[in-house]
């Protein structure tokens, strides 16, 4: 009974050690929420994930080459908060067409007011004191995830099928 004992002792210990970090539990086994195959070429692909990002409002940013690009979108929370949904894509010749990469962030911003003041005086010299105080608003990100919703990159991929005309 004490040789079982003392062989779980180091599992509960592990156990109780918390959450660890998340590099720690990858392990990169691919999803297919974040690629599609389409019966194209990368290039064309890209031109349609383009269309669809300038289409439903995203501001397109060119990424390193013409087969890597980011689109963006902001949203309104409320009066001193927003969120930005941002997707990164990449296109990727494969053997019988292309693979289309795509990984949605989401990332919420509030505004908070940060207040400064200064003084300047010599109390012994002469009772004279400068003060002085400047107040003003920074963007703070307050929170971001990788967007995990499978029905998200569905809706994504079939717009890019409708774009590219149901080829497929």
Known sequence: ????????????LAACGGPGSYAE??????????????????????????RVLLGDGYVVLPGRDALT???AKEFRVDDKGHAQLR??????????GATLF???????????TTRQSTSVGVPLVAPISFSSSTEGDNQVKTRGETVAA???????YRAVQRELGGRQ
């Not at 009974?1 to 509960?12: F, G, I, S, W």
């Not at 997707?87 to 019988?96: D, K, P, Q």
């Not at 499978?150 to 994504?156: M, Q, S, V």
């Open 1 to 12: 009974m004490k040789r079982c004992a003392l062989l779980l002792l180091p599992l509960l």
């Open 25 to 50: 539990r990858e392990d990169f086994q691919s999803d297919p929420r974040h690629r599609r195959d389409f019966p194209t070429a990368a290039a064309p692909l890209c031109d349609a994930a383009r």
């Open 69 to 71: 690009f980011s689109g």
């Open 87 to 96: 997707l990164h894509l990449a296109c990727s010749e494969a053997h019988s």
């Open 102 to 112: 795509v990984t949605a962030t989401e990332e919420h911003f509030d505004v908070k």
């Open 150 to 156: 499978r029905d998200f990159y569905e809706r994504f």
